[in-house]
T-cell receptor, first 118, second 113 residues
Framework: AQTVTQSQPEMSVQEAETVTLSCTYD???????LFWYKQPPSRQMILVIR??????QNATENRFSVNFQKAAKSFSLKISDSQLGDAAMYFC???????????????FGTGTLLAVQP | KAGVTQTPRYLIKTRGQQVTLSCSPI?????VSWYQQTPGQGLQFLFE???????NKGNFPGRFSGRQFSNSRSEMNVSTLELGDSALYLC????????????FGPGTRLLVL
């Protein structure tokens, strides 16, 4: 079975600084997607960034970028120029590609609560 | 375009009762997935529906069931509620292909007393 591990329950960063959130996963599948979702106090899950496993290039979305290490099964999120609005719970998630039938099932890590200090 | 909507937003029930939660996906989306979020177990996949058929199912007891209608709206039902069913229930939708972004609703917070 696939698992996702986030070893940092809480992190803190100063406004305008950079922070990196860690995520490791375990799978025997060769094709999959990885995601970082943000959940602010409103509880609405918002997609931050996604990475296709077959792509070697790390995904970037404005101030958000990932370091995807497929062999090490590591998928960290870097937030540059942190803003107060970045404060939220961040979840790493895995989605396998099931041949012979599609699925949208996401497997989530336990989350990292990010605080941004002014 | 309207986002994913979930009703009701809050519910209080007592043990032994049953409850039905509703999820209306974004217009045109045909896949709806349900998740349970609790402080102890985190986010867990319940089931996914695509074109009125259950496409995948998580490891939950049979008290948890769902269905999807022809307009892609989905409902989930929990019978014989237990205290441990208290949770935030989230649904997500997309057109159905795994490479597409899934959009989440605001959730239904269920409290079982």
């Amino acid at each position: 079975a696939q698992t996702v591990t986030q070893s940092q329950p809480e992190m803190s960063v100063q406004e305008a600084e950079t922070v990196t959130l860690s995520c490791t996963y375990d799978t025997s599948e060769s094709d999959y997607y990885l995601f970082w979702y943000k959940q602010p106090p409103s509880r609405q899950m918002i997609l931050v960034i996604r990475q296709e496993a077959y792509k070697q290039q790390n995904a970037t979305e404005n101030r958000f970028s990932v370091n995807f290490q497929k062999a090490a099964k590591s998928f960290s999120l870097k937030i540059s120029d942190s803003q107060l609005g970045d404060a939220a719970m961040y979840f790493c998630a895995y989605q396998g590609v099931r041949y012979g039938g599609a699925t949208n099932k996401l497997i989530f890590g336990t989350g990292t609560l990010l605080a941004v200090q002014p | 375009k309207a986002g994913v909507t979930q009703t009701p937003r809050y519910l209080i029930k007592t043990r032994g009762q049953q409850v039905t939660l509703s999820c209306s996906p974004i217009s045109g989306h045909r896949s709806v997935s349900w998740y349970q979020q609790t402080p102890g177990q985190g986010l867990q996949f319940l089931f996914e529906y695509f074109s009125e058929t259950q496409r995948n199912k998580g490891n939950f007891p049979g008290r948890f069931s769902g269905r999807q209608f022809s307009n892609s709206r989905s409902e989930m039902n929990v019978s014989t509620l237990e205290l441990g069913d208290s949770a935030l229930y989230l649904c997500a939708s997309n057109f159905g292909r795994p490479q597409e972004t899934q959009y989440f609703g605001p959730g239904t917070r269920l409290l079982v007393l």
